[in-house]
């Protein structure tokens, strides 16, 4: 049940603390205790470390306590910093780098934030996801379409993988006009509605 709990922690606070909360009871009652990361924490009382959080209340996955918690540890500009990741594991990756002052971390946050970090799947592409990306590609970028026979890309593509699909150039250049057409009928729908609700 912990397991199924922990996978919708998703939220960057929680890299602050330990990934696997003890189980303890009060009482009677059932409670995760979540242990501070900080190599200095700065929380006082019996055992400094912990925060407490009762999994029989509507709070069983408030995370305001740890928050507090945190912030107290850490100060209000790093949990933003972690906050505006909006990714727990990359948080947790610069949080684990504790023995920095809370200034660089605050400094990796802004950089990961601008840098938008891009995550790629373990799975292959599809064909049809391999030629949606590659339209994509060409026409972001201006590539000619018969760039997908050049020597380099085709080895970079298929080294590892020979069976991966590439489409011909002529393949690429149909998809391209396609979602031309396509996107050609999108934008004059638009232009249509909003000149009807101009009219009224
Ligand atoms: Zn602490």
Same mark, same amino acid.
């Given at each position: ?33 979540? @242990?501070?990361? #900080?190599?200095?924490?700065? /929380? +006082? *009382? &019996? ?9 029989? !209340? ?45 200034? @660089?971390?605050? #400094?990796?946050?802004?950089? /990961? +934030? *601008? &840098? ?9 592409? !599809? ?45 690429? @250049? ?27």
């Amino acid at each position: 049940e912990l397991e199924r709990l922990q996978r919708g922690w998703n939220a960057p606070i929680y890299a602050f603390f330990n990934p696997d909360p003890q189980i303890e009871y009060f009482n009677g009652r059932r409670a995760h205790v979540f @242990s501070c990361v #900080a190599k200095s924490c700065k /929380a +006082k *009382g &019996k055992s400094p470390r912990c925060v407490n959080r009762f999994v029989d !209340t509507a709070d069983a996955s408030s995370t305001s306590n740890l928050r507090k918690h945190a912030k107290n540890c850490w100060s209000e500009v790093v949990v933003k910093g972690a906050d505006e990741t909006k990714d727990v594991k990359l948080a947790r990756a610069i949080v684990a780098k504790s023995g920095l002052a809370n200034a @660089s971390i605050t #400094a990796m946050f802004e950089r /990961a +934030k *601008g &840098k938008g970090v891009v995550t790629y799947s373990h799975t292959q592409h !599809t064909k049809t996801e391999t030629k949606a990306e590659i339209v994509r590609w060409v026409a972001e970028n201006m590539r000619p379409f018969k760039i997908v026979k050049d020597r380099g890309f085709q080895s970079l593509m298929k080294t590892g993988r020979p069976g991966y699909y590439i489409p011909s150039p002529a393949t690429v @250049s149909r998809d391209v006009k396609k979602v031309f057409v396509q996107c050609r009928q999108r934008i004059a729908k638009m232009l249509q509605v909003s000149q009807l609700s101009n009219n009224k």
